[in-house]
């Protein structure tokens, strides 16, 4: 059997998680690459693509965001470069009472998507986040921790979304969604489908 060098293995890890391929952690130290873009400038606001949270359990959850000011394009209107992000943690929707704060790397490997694992927070609450990229902040977003395991509940309400195609479905179903108090989307599917622009031309409204 082929033993695997326990010294190399964390090195190699290392280089991955440096290189923005692997999650980020929050808390952890990022090695900073050369071109390291800290304080840059866009053409217009760069957090078009919104913001998201998930994946959560008792002590936090993965908060999510692309910089990409002109989204049309193959780049996102992006430099081929990293850019730094910081983030944000709330207590309360008006970021009064911030509880954790940082840095991470938007990676153009990655389409300067960032990827930050937010831990020690408290079971069975809300929280807000925010990013802030070259003097542009994002609009807020709402997560939740899980309740403790085996902790009892009185009632679970959740919304189940599938696959969906930008050109064909009923986006109001979202708008609905986002109004009602539910704890959180379970998502069977692909999230969208989307592909080349095809130009004026009929199409084919196919019934779901």
């Known amino acids: 059997m082929y033993e695997v060098d326990r010294r190399y293995l964390l090195s190699a ?3 991955l ?3 923005g391929l692997l999650p980020w952690r929050a808390g952890a130290a990022e090695v900073r690459p050369r071109n390291l873009i800290e304080d840059p400038r866009f053409p217009t606001p760069p957090f078009t693509l919104g913001v998201a949270a998930g994946d959560p359990d008792a002590s936090g959850f993965v908060i999510w965001t692309r910089l ?3 989204p049309l394009q193959p780049d ?3 430099m081929m470069a990293p850019v730094l992000v910081a983030w944000e943690v709330s207590a309360d929707p008006e970021f009064r009472q911030v509880l954790q704060r940082g840095e991470a790397i938007a990676h153009p490997e990655l389409a300067h998507s960032v990827h930050v694992e937010v831990a020690g927070l408290a079971p069975a609450r809300p929280y807000w986040y925010r990013f802030t990229c070259g003097g542009e902040r994002s609009a807020a977003g709402r997560g939740a921790t899980l309740p403790p395991p085996g902790a009892p509940l009185d009632r679970v309400r959740f919304a189940v979304a599938g696959c969906q195609h930008y050109e064909e479905g009923y986006y109001t179903a979202w708008r609905h969604i986002a109004a ?4 959180f989307v379970f ?3 692909d999230y969208i489908y989307e592909g080349p622009d095809r130009g004026e031309q009929p199409r084919n409204a196919k019934s779901r």
């Open 17 to 19: 998680t440096a290189a």
């Open 13 to 15: 890890l290392g280089s």
């Open 76 to 78: 996102g209107g992006m």
């Open 68 to 70: 990409a000011p002109l």
């Open 180 to 183: 009602e108090p539910i704890d």
């Open 187 to 189: 998502h069977y599917g």
